[in-house]
T-cell receptor, first 111, second 115 residues
């Protein structure tokens, strides 16, 4: 079945790198997504990766994709207090547009 | 500016009452979605609509109803049959079909509290 798994919580110090991990099940997803949710708000698309890529870098964000293991990660370099939020990964099974989301990882950044 | 507007931001209702949450988009997207968010459970799909006058049940449709009479609008009614209606409700839209990369664009959510 379709399932996306994430760890629930990560705490880092300001200036450190954060790595948020995700595993997914559907190999038909052409794109995989990372969303950010700040308190009381909706989800904001952070970045995405095409399934035939291993890595995508966008400023402080690096997405790594291991398609064989169905493992996706988001690395945030030089983490700032403004990065404190919930981060969701999502797959798009059979490219239907009905995204399947993980439970979300709460990132806490300590000054 | 294009976007998705959900209203109201906070909604309070007594048990047994139906309540309708509004979602409007001006992105000209064909598809619209309603998700429910509970702490530690991520997002669960309630209903979705890929085109006007058509909609399908998601994973947790029981106790909810929707309509899609206009492309821009996809209201969600939480009925008295929904056993645990207190949650954060998120509306989203996308443009699937024309392109494979079809991320969802989200509104800012409505927090519903039923007592």
């Amino acid at each position: 079945g379709e399932d996306v798994e994430q760890s629930l919580f990560l705490s880092v110090r300001e200036g450190d790198s954060s790595v948020i991990n995700c595993t997914y099940t559907d190999s038909s997803s052409t794109y995989l997504y990372w969303y950010k949710q700040e308190p009381g708000a909706g989800l904001q698309l952070l970045t995405y990766i095409f399934s035939n890529m291993d890595m995508k870098q966008d400023q402080r964000l690096t997405v790594l994709l291991n398609k064989k293991d169905k493992h996706l990660s988001l690395r945030i370099a030089d983490t700032q207090t403004g990065d404190s939020a919930i981060y969701f990964c999502a797959e798009n099974p059979s490219n239907t547009g009905k995204l399947i989301f993980g439970q979300g990882t709460t990132l806490q950044v300590k000054p | 500016d294009g976007g998705i507007t959900q209203s109201p931001k906070y909604l309070f209702r007594k048990e047994g009452q139906n309540v309708t949450l509004s979602c409007e988009q001006n992105l000209n997207h064909d598809a619209m979605y309603w998700y429910r968010q509970d702490p530690g459970q991520g997002l669960r799909l309630i209903y979705y609509s890929q085109i006007v006058n058509d909609f399908q049940k998601g994973d947790i449709a029981e106790g909810y109803s929707v309509s899609r009479e206009k492309k821009e609008s996809f209201p969600l009614t939480v009925t008295s049959a929904q056993k645990n209606p207190t949650a954060f409700y998120l509306c989203a839209s996308s443009m699937p079909g024309l392109q494979v990369n079809s991320p969802l664009h989200f509104g800012n959510g409505t927090r519903l509290t039923v007592t």
